[in-house]
């Protein structure tokens, strides 16, 4: 049978090979054989069909997302004049190319893709998403701020060449925004009391069965860190919580564009959960619901700029010394377990509010926790 595919050039700039990566590893894995062949990404339909049919499924589950969730794609003004509606006029923007008003959303933008998608040959729908001579620059969501990303492992240095892209096609940009729209996975409120959105950008191809927007989209709905900070924490809420079928990951914050403020990144964790969970399975660490639970609980005091100040300061201690624990650290484990059982103790005797209460549970859970660790290690 002959297999009908689409190739996929991987960006050089990180952000959009996240982005790319959630669209691609959203169609439709039944019909499909995805692969990586150099720098591409090569879909094919082994059923002799045009990709492009599952393709368009993906821009509709974009669309869905929007029409379901509580949130929406946030532009600055600069990108509002490159999608919705230009500062100079006749001048083409993605809306008006697409028949669009600028009333419309960009839940109307992906259904109207979709529908011309579905109409195209596989070959048509490459040689328009590489070589339209209708291109624009990109929003400020697929070339977000390097400053603070620079320091992260997940993005490339400001030190090193830039590798923004200057123009891209519609189909490009509208490819990448639905994979944005895919990995949104909520909001935070970082320590300052702003919001960010959280994005999970898959780093690999997926193997699974189930596609990453359902596995994101039922996530979503049960999982949803408090808060930030500090990154040890963040970093165990998602080794615990992520479904079993995503391999690798980068969860980034971002500060959405808004006014004359363009997008920027405020955090950044890569999160190989497959090799983590080789720790774990290497240490014979395996936990169960209740456990996990416990471990959460520690967690989410530690994350939530809300908790109460002495509460949040053990939590976080705690949640620190958890993560080095959870690598295999007997030093952190003996002292974790002697700073939560110490604490608690000391609070049994001179507790004298609700909040000494709530510090003596949280040491408690935590000398559980590090007691099972404990016996695990040694």
């Not at 596989?122 to 070589?131: A, G, H, L, N, P």
């Not at 189930?210 to 999982?223: A, N, P, Q």
Request: net charge positive; aromatic share 10%; glycine share 6%.
């Amino acid at each position: 049978m002959i297999c009908i595919t689409i190739n996929f050039e991987m960006p050089k700039e990180p952000i959009l090979r996240g982005y790319l990566l959630s669209f691609i590893n959203s169609i439709d894995p039944i019909p499909t054989r995805i692969k990586s062949e150099g720098n591409f990404i090569i879909v094919e339909h082994v059923r002799g069909r045009n990709v492009t049919s599952l393709i368009a499924r993906v821009y509709e589950k974009a669309e869905a997302k929007i029409k379901g969730g509580d949130f929406r794609v946030a532009l600055s003004n600069n990108d509002k004049a490159i999608i919705v509606k230009a500062r100079t006029k006749n001048k083409p923007t993605v809306f008006s190319v697409l028949g669009l008003t600028p009333e419309r959303g960009m839940e109307d933008v992906f259904r109207k893709v979709a529908s011309i998608v579905r109409n195209m040959t596989d070959e048509e729908f490459q040689r328009e998403y590489y070589e339209s001579n209708m291109k624009f620059a990109p929003p400020s969501l697929l070339i977000i701020e390097h400053y603070q990303a620079g320091r992260a492992p997940f993005f490339v240095s400001k030190k090193l060449d830039r590798t923004k892209p200057e123009y891209l096609t519609l189909l490009q940009i509208v490819t990448f925004l639905a994979g944005y729209v895919i990995s949104h996975s909520g909001y935070v409120l970082a320590d300052g009391g702003q919001r960010r959105a959280i994005l999970i950008l898959p780093q690999v191809v997926g193997k699974s069965k189930k596609s990453f927007y359902d596995l994101i989209l039922d996530y979503y709905g049960e999982y949803k860190p408090p808060g930030a900070r500090p990154e040890e924490a963040l970093y165990l809420w998602f080794a615990l919580t992520l479904p079993e079928e995503i391999i690798e990951v980068s969860v980034v914050g971002i500060k959405e564009p808004a006014g004359a403020n363009p997008s920027s990144v405020d955090f950044s964790l890569h999160i190989n959960l497959e090799s983590q969970r080789k720790v774990w399975e290497d240490l014979g660490l395996s936990l169960s619901e209740s456990e996990k639970w416990l471990w959460l609980n520690v967690l989410k005091y530690a994350l939530s700029p809300r908790t109460g100040e002495k509460v949040r300061e053990d939590a976080i201690t705690y949640s620190k010394l958890l993560f080095r624990a959870s690598q295999g650290s007997i030093s952190a484990t003996r002292e974790l377990l002697l700073r939560s059982s110490r604490m608690a103790t000391i609070l049994a005797k001179t507790r004298v509010s609700k909040r000494d209460l709530e510090r003596q549970k949280l040491s408690l859970q935590t000398s559980k926790i590090a007691e099972k660790l404990l016996n695990v290690f040694t």
